[in-house]
Every structure is written in structure tokens, then in C-alpha cells.
């Protein structure tokens, strides 16, 4: 979804050529970043007992915020490997912060020391109910609301426009000046218009309430106020939304991906290359010669290095490294 809106951006780049604002991030949150990728990768192909220490250095090192995921996906690890006492303490972490198991990993949070078990079901009750009680069920049910009002642009005409004017876009020979584009354009404008008042009300709730986090919202009112952050192309240079999204990025509420990714829509929305290649499907042509530079702004904000994986190419074992078109721990 992220990358066709990325390719639409390239496709209606209109404005003055200037990149998007970012703010760079402390060496100890690089750090940290650092090892919570290695940990993420690890989880992601199974290598658990690697994955846990990688957590546990990275959570017990860290000084700063830490998101709700990082610390359930380091609950399960450590319960894997038998940790059962420290997944007690990461689970807790978890879910007073405001994650949600939902029904497919619920199943994976099985205790067998009878101690443990014992304390997790003493006090998991609990721990929900601090959870929900930190929720802003008022500000949940308005971005359910705004996703009802908005839900046309889901719809099939609205796709296909955008996916016409893409096409015809990277085709030469395809008029840009005839009916049925200049139609297709049109449906693609209103939902930017669309996309632009839902951010403009959403900011003004932040202002009032903080930043929409995994603690105050639901997981799916959650999700609904981030597609509005980066969906939010009026403000074209990132200026109004930086400041926002820099500080929602040091207390653990974005990942370095999504951070990066609002970036590269901006720049794309200007007519400008990636600075951050996130995400990076539809690139590959391109990037070669700016992974260098790529990598370096990366870090930065403490996102790990990238590197093209050829098809025709064995399968890398480097945990610093990974394909172009995959995603990490993005939140």
C-alpha cells in the first residue's frame, strides 16, 4: 500500500524542488536501534535465542522510550528459551504501554513453570485493565468515524484511477491532456483533498491530547491516525508535521521507517529522489549509486543499512543488510 502511494507521489509531483525537513536522532539512539533491528530479524526468521539477547542489550542499554512491540516480541523470545521470569516483566512492559495481543499470538503466551504461570494469570487481568484504562475511547471512536466518512476512497474507481494515472504516467506516449486522464486525475485530487482535512482535524486533536499512540488509542484507531500522518501531503516541505513527528519517534511511538517514509513522500511530492529509500520497491533501477549517501542519512535517524539482493544471487546471511522491498518493525 505504502509503495503505490510512493509511486503516485512520483506520478503527481507538482511544487518547488525542495526536500523535506528531518531532524537527526543521538548516538544512543542509534545504538539502540541498532540492536532492535538485529533483534527483529532475528524474531522474523525464527533464530529466537539470538533474538532475545539482541532484546535484552537493547532494552536493558537503553535509557529512552521503548515501543510496546519491541517489548511483546521480546516476551515471546524469552518464553521460547525457557526465560519465563523475564517474559513475566517484558509481557507486563507490553501490555501496561498499550499493546494488544491479538487472537493469532495469543496462543504463543503459554507458561510451564507452574511460578509463572501462576503470576501470569494473577495478573494479566490486571495488567488489561491498566492497559484500557489509559485508553481515549472518545478520540477512538472519531478516527473510526473519519475512516466511515472516507471509506469511498477504498473503493475500487478510486484505485484503479490512481493505478491508471500511474501507468500513463510512466508511458510517454500516453496523453496527459486527454479526457479519460484528466477524468482519472480528478478522482485522484479529491481523495488528496480528502487526505488533507482528515490531517488537519487529527493535528488539532494532537495539539489538545499529545501524539496518537499505541498507550491511548486502539490498534486499529492507531493505525487509522498514521495512514492520516502520511497521507498528509499538504504540508509538502514536512515543516508542520517534523517537530510532531520527531518527538513521537524519540518516546518509541513511530519506528525510523515510518519517520523515513513521511520524508521520502515529501520529497517525492516535490519532485525529489528518496533521501531514506523507505520504502524502496520501484527504485531498484536507481538506487545503486545513492546507497552510500542512503545509508549514511539512515543512520541518522537510526535506521539500519540497506543493500540491493540480486534475484539471481545467493541469499545473504549479513543481519546488517536486507532486500529492497522488505519491511522491518515499521509502527
Not at 511544487?15 to 539512539?29: D, I, L, M, P, R
Not at 487526505?195 to 491530547?209: E, G, H, R, T
Amino acid at each position: 500500500m505504502k509503495t503505490s502511494i510512493l509511486l503516485l507521489m512520483i506520478a503527481f509531483s507538482f511544487g518547488a524542488f525542495a526536500q523535506a525537513k528531518y531532524s537527526t536522532v543521538s548516538e544512543n539512539f542509534i545504538t539502540y536501534h541498532e540492536n532492535i533491528a538485529a533483534a527483529e530479524r532475528m524474531y522474523k526468521n525464527d533464530s529466537l535465542l539470538q533474538a532475545y539477547a539482541k532484546f535484552d542489550i537493547a532494552i536493558a542499554e537503553y535509557k529512552g522510550a521503548i515501543n510496546p512491540g519491541h517489548y511483546f516480541r521480546a516476551a515471546l523470545c524469552a518464553i521460547k528459551i525457557k526465560e519465563e521470569f523475564k517474559a513475566l516483566h517484558f509481557l507486563e512492559k507490553a501490555i501496561t504501554n498499550g499493546y494488544e495481543i491479538d487472537s493469532a499470538k495469543k496462543e504463543a503466551v503459554v507458561f510451564y513453570n507452574q511460578n509463572t504461570k501462576k503470576e501470569y494469570l494473577d495478573n494479566i487481568a490486571k495488567w488489561e485493565e491498566t492497559r484500557d484504562a489509559a485508553k481515549d475511547y472518545d478520540w477512538t471512536n472519531e478516527l473510526y468515524a473519519n475512516q466511515e466518512v472516507n471509506k469511498k476512497y477504498a473503493a475500487v474507481k478510486y484505485i484503479s484511477a490512481a493505478e491508471y494515472c500511474i501507468s500513463c504516467m510512466k508511458n510517454k506516449a500516453c496523453s496527459k491532456t486527454a479526457q479519460e486522464y484528466v477524468s482519472k486525475y480528478r478522482l485522484v485530487k479529491e481523495k488528496m483533498k480528502a487526505d488533507s482535512i482528515s490531517a488537519a482535524v487529527l493535528l488539532i486533536k494532537i495539539q489538545q491530547n499529545g501524539f496518537p499512540s499505541m498507550k491511548k488509542l486502539s490498534a486499529k484507531a492507531y493505525s487509522i491516525a498514521h495512514t492520516i500522518l502520511l497521507n498528509y501531503d499538504a504540508d509538502k516541505k514536512n515543516e508542520r508535521l517534523d517537530g510532531i513527528l520527531y518527538k513521537a519517534l524519540l518516546e518509541g511511538n513511530i519506528s525510523p521507517e515510518f519517520y523515513a517514509s513521511v520524508i521520502d513522500r515529501r520529497n517525492l511530492m516535490n519532485g525529489e529522489m528518496p533521501e531514506f529509500y523507505e520504502p524502496l520497491t520501484g527504485y531498484e533501477k536507481t538506487i545503486g549509486k545513492e546507497i552510500g549517501n542512503a545509508n549514511k542519512k539512515r543512520r541518522t535517524i537510526g535506521l539500519y543499512p540497506i543493500k540491493l539482493v540480486s534475484t539471481a544471487a545467493p541469499k545473504t546471511k549479513d543481519p546488517n543488510t536486507k532486500k529492497v522491498y522488505e519491511g522491518l518493525y515499521d509502527y
